[in-house]
């Protein structure tokens, strides 16, 4: 599968901003899909998943209550409804898919897109 996330861009410190996923090739709804965000000079962390069905999510507790996780299987897209943003918050969100549910725990989904860059000012 191929994923290319978009949305991202330059938002104010408590203000909202919404990423997608589009995703081709393989049956999308197939997959389980994440989001991971990784800063300059950072590790990269898991944010969000969601299981093929859409029937399960995971929320890294940072950003519980806030974000939300959705996706559309008709039409192959995943979003990311980001509220009440913080500054710290400013880094590259990737969406990731895999087969196996729980890989927040390892970091490593085994399809990747290119990423999108979110710049929260304070």
């Known amino acids: 599968v191929q994923l290319q996330a978009s949305g991202g861009g330059l938002v104010q410190a408590g203000g909202s901003l919404r990423l997608s996923c589009a995703a081709s090739?393989?049956?999308?709804?197939?997959?389980?899909m994440y989001w991971f965000r990784q800063a300059p000079g950072k590790e990269r962390e898991f944010v969000a998943a969601?299981?093929?069905?859409?029937?399960?999510?995971m929320y890294a507790y940072s950003v519980k209550g806030r974000f939300t996780i959705s996706r559309d299987n008709a039409k192959n897209t995943m979003s990311l409804q980001m509220t009440s943003m913080k500054p710290e918050e400013t880094a590259t969100y990737y969406c990731?898919?895999?087969?196996?549910?729980?890989?927040w725990g390892t970091g490593k989904p085994r399809y990747w897109g290119q990423g999108t860059q979110v710049t929260v000012s304070s």
């Open positions: 990731a898919a895999d087969s196996q549910w729980g890989q």
């Open positions: 969601i299981t093929w069905s859409g029937s399960s999510t």
């Open positions: 090739g393989r049956a999308f709804s197939s997959y389980n």
